[in-house]
């Protein structure tokens, strides 16, 4: 199973971006996927997060901007992010807690990351 995201890339103060991932392989159920977020010097965090069965939770600090969204027979999530500032810069990783496929489970995975910058 592999987790591929895209759409991070460079906007201004009160900009948007929508970031997707999806996960591909032979998945039979994915339980909870999310984006956590690193920026330099700083661990990573929570950012939203979403179960398959469309409950969500959202890091503090982006509650109101972010939407966290999934597409469970694609197997993708996005985030739309709105009203970014300059401390929303960060790499943004995929994350799948739980992942069920050719009978086998597998645990916390974790794409490769795509780079948002806000300018201030």
């Known amino acids: 199973v592999q987790l591929q995201a895209s759409g991070g890339g460079f906007v201004e103060t009160g900009g948007s971006l929508e970031l997707s991932c999806v996960a591909s392989g032979s998945i039979t159920s994915i339980n909870a996927m999310g984006w956590y977020r690193q920026a330099p010097g700083y661990q990573r965090e929570l950012v939203a997060a979403i179960t398959s069965g469309g409950n969500t939770k959202y890091g503090d600090s982006v509650k109101g901007r972010f939407t966290i969204s999934r597409d469970n027979d694609k197997n993708t999530i996005y985030l739309k992010m709105n009203s970014l500032r300059p401390e929303d810069t960060a790499v943004y990783y995929c994350?799948?807690?739980?992942?069920?496929?050719?009978?086998?489970?597998?645990?916390?995975?974790w794409g490769q990351g795509t780079q948002v910058t806000v300018s201030s």
């Open positions: 994350n799948v807690d739980e992942v069920i496929y050719l009978g086998h489970f597998e645990y916390d995975l």
